[in-house]
Structure formats: C-alpha cells, structure tokens
C-alpha cells in the first residue's frame, strides 16, 4: 500500500489533512476566527489519530512530515506578520546597515528607502513591531541574510528561501530526535508527537517561526551530550541561543547533569556554560556598535514589561494591580514575574535530585512550561519547546495546549484587537487539569 500504511482510514486522515493545510496555507486569513478554529480541531484529531495507527511506521511518518510542510512552501504567512521583519533585517545587512543599530520607522519617518521595498516591508510588520531595535540574535540574522541573497528582491522567494532552512531543520529533528529517544530507550517515533503537530507544521514552517532552527541545534547538543562529547554539545546549545534566546533558561539545569552523572564533575559544568557565554559574545562582535548593549537589552525588554498577549498568571496578577492600584502594573510585574521563574530555575538546578537522564530531559521539559506559565506574552508557536520536549518525555499536555492555543486566535477577529478574557480561562484551565492528571500518575516526576 502507498506509504505502507496499515488501512484506508489512514489515507482519509492525511488527504483531510492535506486538504485543510492547503486551506490553512492559501486562504485563510488570522481575522477568520472560527473557519480557523473548525481547521485547527479537525487537524488535531487526524494527527491524534494518524499517530495512533500508524505509530510503527517510520517511513509512513516521514513521508507525511515532510509533504504536510512542503504544502506551505510557496504561501506568504497568513498568521503572522514577524516575516516581514526577517526580510528587512536580511536586506538591511546584505545592504551594509547594522539591525541592531537602526530603526525601521527612522528611515520611514524620513522618507528614506535603506532597502528595496522599505515602505511594503514596514507597512506589513506594523508600527509596533518597526518602532523598536531587532532582538533577534546573530545566528537567526544569518538565516535572514541567507534569505535576502537567494530571495533577491521578491518577498515570495525570499520566503521560500526562509521556509527551506525551517523545514531542514525539522527534517534533521527528526533524524536526531529519533536517534536521541534510542539512547534515552525510548521509543524513536515519539518524535512525530513533535514533527506531525499542526501547531509545529502551521506556526513554524507556515508562519515563518525559527523556533525549529532553534531546537535543531538543542537536539544536537543533547545528542552529542549523550555521546559525551560536551565541549561539541556546547557549542551547539550556543547556536541554538543565538538563534533563540530561550535556551539560556536551561543553561543551569546541567548542573545536574554533570554533577549527578559525570562523579561531581561541576568544572566541565562551569566550563559548559563558559563556552555557551563565550560563542554567542563572539557572534555578536561582528555587530559590535557602542550602543548594541543598551538597543538590544531594551528591545528584548520590552517583552517582559510592555507586551501581552494571553497569559496566565500574569493576568491573575494584573487584575489584583487594577483592584489595589487602578491601573495595569505590567512595568512592575513583568519585573517580578522573572524573578520567580530564576527561583524555580534554581530549584531545579540545585535541589530537585535529578535521578536518570530521563528525569533530566523531564526537568527541561518543566523548565519551559513554568517560564512560559508566569510569561506575559504566549504567542502559539512559543509552545514548539514544550511540544519536543512533552515527545521526548511522553507528557501530553504540551500537545493539549498547543491544541487549545488557538483559542488566542480571537483577539484578531475583533476590531480593535481584543482578547476574549474566557476563552483564555479556558485554555489554561484544561491544560493545568491535564498537567494536574499527568503528574498525579508519576509522583516521582511531579514539578
């Protein structure tokens, strides 16, 4: 049978699916609410249900990774408006300029054309996003300057150009995420949970997200980490900083690591977590301007004390500031709100034992979720992290919340943007119940 699958009821699943990724990809629009949610569910079951049956065949898996991707090849972003972003940061320095050292409302402003297809360009990312310094590190630069070479002056090739390092790298998370799960003596399919995902597929090689560029390099390292090779691990988890800047949060965590695995070992940790520092200094050099700290530190500022977008506790947070003060606090909650997250990180790192290297991958797994619970902004495709890890460690309900996450979705089918405070409620209310129901099963594993 083609694909070698077992039944024709799994064909029906994949031509479905098919079928509503094209839909997805070509006509739908972000304002168009409920068509997106009818999609997004019916996806999601097919995908539940394609893995159920068909968790054995590999080949079968594969193919269909890949196809479901190459369907978004040639659509413009329909969800997102950050590609728009990526393509002047590449043409701005295929052009000489400096992304972290110019904004793109100042040449606008002024009437200037640094780029072709300034005005197109900033008009699609929106003032919000044109009125503030790049945050994105050196590495995901490059693969915006890889996009402006083989794009040229087309925003649709450029697109492409941007797509096929994505779907390159999820293709080779794939290869070593399976590889990975043989070492921890898991099963290697797991790593479909990840790479059949509709969020995964949609968010990241649809809508353009570099979260999989990212955790391409994390996968490595944990790999070559597995085989020993720490320095080389290092090295990549670097990489996998400068595309994202998330994977610092974990950088701790291997204290565990080579504390409880390698005879108390803590100069390899030390030196691990010098090497990461050190890689991503170097990436920076070549962007090197007196005011790169400051304009970089106040553009990744930002995200933590003036933007929300559905959150969770940071919304419990912010009525309790309108109840006792009459306004939104988020200057002074976005500050605190880190500091929690450091004190769990902490935890983690040195008092919560970490046992087998099951747990540790467990403990990674937690990190993010409590990051991204006590976070101000949780645009869907953050969730791509929670989704690799939840296959690796066999949670589910990272793939329950990247289902319900669309319900965010609405804010954009209001005018003026509005986010629905109940559907909110209602995403993470199942998600902690099924987090809640998850851990009671393995109090060995709880947060």
């Given at each position: 049978m083609a694909f070698g699958a077992k039944n024709n009821s799994t064909y029906f699943l994949i031509l479905l699916s098919l079928i509503l990724y094209v839909f997805s990809g070509y006509f739908l629009e972000r304002t168009q609410f409920i068509p997106l949610l009818g999609s997004w569910v019916v996806l999601f079951?097919?995908?539940?249900?394609?893995?159920?049956?068909?968790?054995?065949?590999?080949?079968?898996?594969?193919?269909?990774?890949?196809?479901?991707?190459?369907?978004?090849?040639?659509?413009?972003?329909?969800?997102?408006?950050?590609?728009?972003?990526?393509?002047?940061?590449?043409?701005?320095?295929?052009?000489?300029?400096?992304?972290?050292?110019?904004?793109?409302?100042?040449?606008?402003?002024?009437?200037?054309?640094?780029?072709?297809?300034?005005?197109?360009?900033?008009?699609?990312?929106?003032?919000?996003?044109?009125?503030h310094f790049s945050n994105y590190p050196p590495l995901n630069q490059l693969s915006f300057l890889i996009g402006a070479l083989l794009g040229g002056d087309s925003i649709l090739w450029t697109v492409v150009a941007l797509k096929i390092q994505i779907i390159l790298a999820d293709i080779g998370i794939i290869i070593y995420g399976r590889k990975l799960l043989k070492k921890l003596g898991l099963h290697p399919n797991q790593i479909f949970w990840y790479a059949l995902n509709p969020l995964i597929i949609i968010e990241l090689t649809g809508n353009l997200h570099f979260e999989s560029v990212m955790l391409f390099f994390m996968v490595l390292s944990l790999y070559k980490l597995l085989q020993k090779k720490w320095i080389l691990a290092a090295v990549l988890l670097a990489c996998s900083v400068s595309v994202k800047l998330i994977p610092l949060l974990i950088v701790p965590l291997f204290y565990q690591w080579f504390t409880n695995f390698n005879t108390k070992k803590i100069v390899p940790f030390m030196s691990f977590g010098g090497i990461v520092v050190l890689v991503n200094i170097l990436l920076f050099l070549p962007f090197l301007t007196p005011s790169l700290i400051s304009n970089y530190s106040d553009s990744v500022g930002l995200w933590f004390t003036n933007f929300e977008f559905n959150a969770s506790f940071y919304y419990v947070f912010r009525e309790l500031g309108y109840l006792f003060r009459g306004w939104n606090e988020i200057a002074i909650i976005g500050k605190i709100l880190p500091g929690i997250v450091v004190i769990y990180i902490l935890y983690l790192s040195l008092i919560r034992k970490t046992k087998t290297t099951n747990h540790f991958f467990n403990s990674l797994l937690f990190a993010f979720t409590f990051y991204y619970f006590f976070s101000t902004t949780i645009h869907p495709w953050y969730l791509a992290s929670l989704v690799l890890f939840g296959s690796i460690s066999n949670f589910k309900y990272p793939m329950v919340w990247s289902m319900l996450v669309v319900l965010s979705y609405y804010a954009y089918s209001?005018?003026?943007?509005?986010?629905?405070?109940?559907?909110i409620a209602v995403e993470y209310s199942i998600v902690f119940l099924v987090l809640a129901l998850e851990n009671s099963n393995r109090l060995e594993l709880k947060i």
């Open positions: 079951t097919c995908y539940y249900f394609i893995l159920r049956k068909e968790i054995d065949h590999s080949n079968l898996l594969i193919q269909v990774s890949i196809i479901f991707r190459l369907i978004f090849l040639f659509s413009i972003p329909n969800l997102s408006q950050d590609f728009y972003r990526f393509i002047w940061d590449g043409r701005m320095i295929l052009n000489g300029f400096n992304p972290y050292a110019s904004l793109p409302e100042t040449f606008i402003n002024q009437g200037l054309s640094p780029i072709f297809g300034a005005t197109e360009l900033y008009e699609g990312m929106g003032e919000l996003n044109g009125s209001s005018n003026p943007f509005q986010e629905n405070i109940i559907l």
